[in-house]
């Protein structure tokens, strides 16, 4: 059988004032890959603060064979700092998170890393076992070092995230082919078997947004793990 794809649903994070609609890839049939935000994203760091942000993804009505996160974070304040003085890091968590634990047991995305070194690079969001779930939430953690000094106040770094989902061989419709409400959508370009999902985005504005700095309020900085805004 045809082997069909699902793919292309992408979000740039809106790192300050994010819609609340979710994003979703969808045929006719209704949303197949969802794409939410759950949680406030960070804005404004300050020295040595860590903050966190939640990302949802599920799939709906279809079996996801593969499921891959591709970050990539450019910017000032990335061109600005040493590296790793900007640092993400990614855990997964197969159905939610429950405070700061995952009852099924979180799974490593993407270890500390330094914002500039975010290429874009495929990770796949499958559990140890290789399982792909149906539904994962993801937890962006973005940290300012200490060190950071007032040069980069009021710098700022755009941070992209994209979510591809390739569907698990064998799954059809009547026509062998594609499956129930299957369609292409408008401006896409058909695969060898079907297309399922388009470009989405959180709103309008999503692709123009990031993180800044304020090393300035230093003096006046929260507790750790807090960001002020």
Request: aromatic share 2%; with cysteine.
């Amino acid at each position: 059988m045809r082997s069909r794809t699902l793919k292309g649903l992408a979000l740039a994070l809106l790192l300050t004032s994010l819609a609340q609609a979710p994003a979703t890839a969808e045929t006719g049939a209704g949303p197949d890959l969802l794409l939410e935000n759950r949680g406030q994203p960070p804005a404004v760091l300050v020295p040595g603060s860590t903050s966190t942000w939640t990302l949802g993804v599920t799939t709906v009505g279809v079996e996801a064979g593969a499921l891959s996160l591709r970050l990539s974070g450019a910017g000032p304040l990335t061109d600005a700092m040493p590296p790793g003085h900007v640092t993400v890091q990614v855990s997964a968590c197969p159905g939610r998170w429950t405070a700061d634990s995952c009852p099924a047991g979180e799974t490593a995305v993407i270890p500390r890393t330094s914002l500039g070194s975010l290429d874009g690079t495929a990770r796949s969001l499958a559990e140890p076992g290789g399982r792909i779930p149906a539904g994962v939430e993801l937890r962006i953690a973005v940290t300012l070092s200490p060190a950071a000094g007032n040069e980069v106040q009021g710098l700022s770094a755009q941070l992209t995230a994209r979510v591809d989902a390739a569907e698990a061989a064998g799954q059809t419709g009547p026509d062998g082919g594609t499956p129930p409400g299957g369609k292409v959508p408008d401006g896409g370009l058909p695969d060898t078997g079907w297309r399922l999902g388009a470009l989405a985005l959180l709103g309008a504005a999503a692709a123009a947004a990031g993180i800044a700095a304020a090393a300035f309020a230093r003096r006046m900085a929260p507790a750790p793990g807090k960001v002020q805004a």
